[in-house]
């Protein structure tokens, strides 16, 4: 893997920064507005600030702030779903500290549901023994938190916001950060900052049907990993049972909230059978990999490609009300879902895997920190329990800017000259390169070879046939967005399969048939 993305053309245009911010979801926009007002930021998002993993969250965010829940019982139920692979000591950070950071947002006007009396309606989803789910605007929990965050970073005179920019890689000198390179459709630049936050999200792109919007391709764990960054669990990919089916439908799907079958939804076949009582104990509401894979077993027992969800038990004004988002997106493919069994399938919604980082958010390289989703922080284990990503989101991100706030005490004022050299980079080809039709190749392969049920031989043929891709992508000129993205999906591609072939065992969303 070469070094740097491309280093022709940067322009160095004196931008220096105490941190840079790279993603504008929910971890992203905590840790900027966490940040001294003493100490300089900049914010950098692949696109406009609606275009994220966070913006699209449905369900809500867990925290144990109900009435008879403990952090004790957030903590069991976050270690059972995770199957035995959660970093015990980052689920007691979670469990214990998220309460406080509810309790900020609420500070800070997010719009989170209240019932009658003033208190906040808190809800249940999939792997949750206790009600402990807070929303906003029903679905729009993700939607509202961002657009409440960002009034908030609009007004802080000591972050800088620039969007649409790519992140083409992070710049460090003896394994100290000293900024990033970033691109838009005119040029090249190096923005200085000894300190770097990757809140990049996930890398959902890489496979045919995912509920991530289109920029997440994995750009900022690659390019991590460029900068010698350590990466883990990397085959650990979570398959959200309940997509949206629509026939011949490719690309980003619509996501039905697990808080539908926490509101007493019920999966059935095609004939109208209910499934999953004899599964689990938890019935529908089991953990999401579990759930994932007995729809896949009852779609080939039945040659169908979905299985129904059924909430025709709630009345249509519950429902358009509870879920205004899923009920008029529904609405809009011609399923009223108070008189409908909505079809649904699995589909590529998460990754547990991503940038080793500690408690405080730190990878292995000095100044580099990693949040949310592109973060590895061992919270989830094998399988995320429901709505504690943004929550992990909060919390870690927190975490992160403490230390920074403590170590940045004087703003940067280092003059780093562009003095970058990488060898790979001098006998690079000029060749034109069917970008899109790679892309599909790599979706293709990773979406019927790397999904939610697994063998080896066939994850062997993909990561031989993505390699081909990838040695291709490595001895070329890189000088588009679209080039270097389907470059950072090889990689992340051959990282998830390489992890998955080497784990001989089925656990948790890594499931092995062989």
Same mark, same amino acid.
């Given at each position: 893997?070469?070094?740097?993305?491309?280093?022709?053309?940067?322009?160095?245009?004196?931008?220096?920064?105490?941190?840079?911010?790279?993603?504008?979801?929910?971890?992203?926009?905590?840790?900027?507005?966490?940040?001294?007002?003493?100490?300089?930021?900049?914010?950098?998002?692949?696109?406009?600030?609606?275009?994220?993993?966070?913006?699209?969250?449905?369900?809500?965010?867990?925290?144990?702030?109900?009435?008879?829940?403990?952090?004790?019982?957030?903590?069991?139920?976050?270690?059972?779903?995770?199957?035995?692979?959660?970093?015990?000591?980052?689920?007691?950070?979670?469990?214990?500290?998220?309460?406080?950071?509810?309790?900020?947002?609420?500070?800070?006007?997010?719009?989170?549901?209240?019932?009658?009396?003033?208190?906040?309606?808190?809800?249940?989803?999939?792997?949750?023994?206790?009600?402990?789910?807070?929303?906003?605007?029903?679905?729009?929990?993700?939607?509202?938190?961002?657009?409440?965050?960002?009034?908030?970073?609009?007004?802080?005179?000591?972050?800088? &916001? %620039?969007?649409? $920019?790519?992140? @083409?890689?992070?710049?460090?000198?003896?394994?100290? !950060?000293?900024?990033? /390179? #970033?691109?838009?459709?005119?040029?090249?630049?190096?923005?200085?900052?000894?300190?770097?936050?990757?809140?990049?999200?996930?890398?959902?792109?890489?496979?045919?049907?995912?509920?991530?919007?289109?920029?997440?391709?994995?750009?900022?764990?690659?390019?991590?990993?460029?900068?010698?960054?350590?990466?883990?669990?990397?085959?650990?990919?979570?398959?959200?049972?309940?997509?949206?089916?629509?026939?011949?439908?490719?690309?980003?799907?619509?996501?039905?909230?697990?808080?539908?079958?926490?509101?007493?939804?019920?999966?059935?076949?095609?004939?109208?059978?209910? &499934? %999953?009582?004899? $599964?689990?104990? @938890?019935?529908?509401?089991?953990?999401?990999?579990? !759930?994932?894979?007995? /729809? #896949?077993?009852?779609?080939?027992?039945?040659?169908?490609?979905?299985?129904?969800?059924?909430?025709?038990?709630?009345?249509?004004?519950?429902?358009?009300?509870?879920?205004?988002?899923?009920?008029?997106?529904?609405?809009?493919?011609?399923?009223?879902?108070?008189?409908?069994?909505?079809?649904?399938?699995?589909?590529?919604?998460?990754?547990?895997?991503?940038?080793?980082?500690?408690?405080?958010?730190?990878?292995?390289?000095?100044?580099?920190?990693?949040?949310?989703?592109?973060?590895?922080?061992?919270?989830?284990?094998?399988?995320?329990?429901?709505?504690?990503? %943004?929550?992990?989101?909060?919390?870690?991100?927190?975490?992160?800017?403490?230390?920074?706030?403590?170590?940045?005490?004087?703003?940067?004022?280092?003059?780093?000259?562009?003095?970058?050299?990488?060898?790979?980079?001098?006998?690079?080809?000029?060749?034109?390169?069917?970008?899109?039709?790679?892309?599909?190749?790599?979706?293709?392969?990773?979406?019927?070879?790397?999904?939610?049920?697994?063998?080896?031989?066939?994850?062997?043929?993909?990561?031989?046939?993505?390699?081909?891709?990838?040695?291709?992508?490595?001895?070329?000129?890189?000088?588009?967005?679209?080039?270097?993205?389907?470059?950072?999906?090889?990689?992340?591609?051959?990282?998830?399969?390489?992890?998955?072939?080497?784990?001989?065992?089925?656990?948790?969303?890594?499931?092995?048939?062989?």
């Amino acid at each position: 893997m070469r070094r740097y993305i491309n280093l022709s053309n940067i322009k160095d245009n004196g931008l220096r920064f105490d941190l840079v911010i790279i993603g504008g979801g929910v971890a992203g926009l905590y840790a900027a507005l966490n940040l001294s007002d003493k100490l300089t930021c900049c914010l950098i998002t692949k696109e406009s600030i609606d275009i994220s993993n966070s913006w699209l969250a449905q369900g809500g965010i867990a925290a144990a702030i109900s009435e008879g829940d403990l952090p004790q019982y957030h903590y069991d139920d976050t270690l059972l779903a995770g199957a035995g692979l959660v970093n015990t000591e980052a689920v007691k950070v979670l469990v214990e500290e998220g309460p406080k950071d509810i309790k900020t947002l609420l500070e800070w006007d997010v719009p989170f549901d209240l019932d009658e009396d003033g208190d906040l309606k808190i809800t249940r989803e999939g792997g949750h023994r206790r009600n402990r789910i807070v929303h906003a605007h029903g679905d729009g929990t993700g939607r509202e938190t961002i657009k409440a965050l960002a009034r908030l970073v609009a007004i802080k005179e000591n972050i800088k &916001f %620039m969007p649409n $920019k790519f992140l @083409l890689d992070v710049v460090t000198d003896e394994n100290n !950060v000293k900024g990033v /390179i #970033i691109t838009d459709k005119d040029s090249r630049e190096f923005i200085g900052a000894n300190q770097v936050i990757l809140c990049t999200g996930g890398s959902g792109q890489i496979y045919e049907h995912t509920t991530n919007p289109g920029i997440a391709t994995g750009d900022g764990v690659v390019a991590a990993m460029r900068a010698g960054a350590l990466v883990k669990d990397m085959e650990l990919v979570q398959f959200h049972p309940t997509g949206l089916y629509i026939e011949g439908e490719k690309g980003r799907s619509f996501l039905i909230s697990e808080a539908v079958r926490g509101e007493g939804g019920i999966l059935r076949n095609i004939n109208g059978e209910a &499934f %999953m009582a004899d $599964k689990h104990e @938890l019935k529908d509401l089991a953990p999401r990999d579990i !759930v994932a894979r007995c /729809i #896949i077993n009852e779609m080939k027992k039945t040659n169908s490609p979905f299985v129904y969800l059924d909430v025709t038990l709630k009345s249509k004004g519950f429902l358009s009300k509870r879920f205004p988002t899923i009920y008029g997106e529904c609405l809009n493919q011609g399923i009223d879902i108070s008189k409908e069994y909505i079809p649904v399938c699995p589909v590529q919604h998460y990754m547990m895997g991503g940038i080793a980082t500690d408690l405080f958010g730190r990878t292995n390289i000095d100044g580099l920190f990693s949040c949310g989703e592109a973060a590895n922080t061992g919270v989830h284990g094998a399988n995320r329990l429901a709505s504690n990503s %943004m929550l992990e989101c909060l919390v870690f991100s927190r975490r992160a800017i403490s230390v920074i706030n403590d170590i940045a005490k004087e703003k940067f004022k280092e003059k780093f000259k562009m003095n970058i050299f990488d060898e790979s980079q001098q006998n690079l080809l000029n060749l034109e390169l069917d970008v899109s039709s790679m892309k599909d190749v790599i979706r293709e392969l990773m979406t019927k070879y790397a999904g939610a049920i697994r063998h080896e031989k066939e994850m062997q043929l993909a990561l031989d046939s993505i390699k081909k891709i990838y040695n291709t992508l490595e001895v070329v000129v890189l000088d588009t967005k679209e080039k270097a993205e389907v470059y950072n999906m090889s990689i992340v591609a051959m990282e998830i399969l390489k992890s998955a072939i080497k784990r001989k065992v089925s656990i948790g969303a890594h499931y092995r048939e062989d």
